[in-house]
């Protein structure tokens, strides 16, 4: 049986010390880039997003990998970005378990010397997430979920064990906003109904606001939604433990409770604090 909270500790002490390596780093980084193909009609914002890439984001991945290993290497499997030595390691290949990582989910704020990128891990089985944990070192503020303790949060996380963690919960006031983000890949005609009804849709790379910081605006309800389509997993792991705490939800764009993939993209879904039927 997995051991969640013992794995949860390793990977909290592990992005500690990727978080301080990332910050140390900011400041002179290069951006590498990678070869990457452009989509037909892609914007140049989310092309410059996936074409971006630096060596911090291999040496995070490297970390947290050697940090879990002796927890999972025999079964877990891996989807992650980065093609680094230690995926060898480990030898799995069914998806009973997978290790999700996000070494630097935000590499282009991480190049431009913005705050918000961000370390990402989680875990799924059965199609849902038994682990799933955020940290932003350049905020200091760590995100997480598992299936034991439920969903923490620690400010100044550098600083904290990792018993310090709070319970992380929404504010109870009803939401009023009726903005709602999509990524590129969402459907002209499913834009389209939803302004008929009355909603303003935004692109998620609006004003270079990421999708982070929209996952933690609809946390504290200054966003109704977000509306996301074939978007990879690790790029939505904020928006997992979010959907865990009280008056969090997240659903399929048929108003669905959402089954997860177990790896990969998902399909569709809709992360908000507000109840689909409402």
Known sequence: MMDIQTISKVLFFSMQQAGIMANMMQEGIVNEKKETIRRDQESDAHYAMREAKTKVDEMVQEMLLHS?????????????????????AY???????????????????????????????????????????????????????????????????????????????????STSSTTI????????????????????????????IGVPDVLLSIASKQTLALCAHTRNLRDLLLGVILSKVDGGYAYDFSGNALVYENRGRQSDVIFTTKEYKK
């Open 181 to 208: 983000y999509v990524n590129d890949r969402v459907e002209k005609d499913y834009i389209e109904k939803l302004e008929a009804l009355g909603y303003t849709v935004y692109d998620d790379s609006r004003n270079q």
């Open 68 to 88: 879990v290993y002796p927890y999972l290497s025999d079964c877990c499997s891996l989807d992650v970005e980065e093609d680094t030595p230690f995926l060898d």
């Open 91 to 173: 030898l799995i290949k069914d998806d009973s378990y997978v290790l999700i990582l996000d070494s630097i989910d935000g590499t282009l704020p991480y190049i431009q010397q913005r705050d918000s990128f961000s370390i990402c891990a989680g875990i799924t089985h059965d199609h849902d997430f038994i682990l799933a944990m955020v940290y932003f070192p350049a905020r200091d503020q760590l995100y997480l979920y598992n299936e034991i303790e439920g969903c923490k949060i620690y400010e100044h996380a550098s600083c904290c064990l990792y018993e310090d963690g709070l319970p992380w919960t929404l504010p109870t006031t």
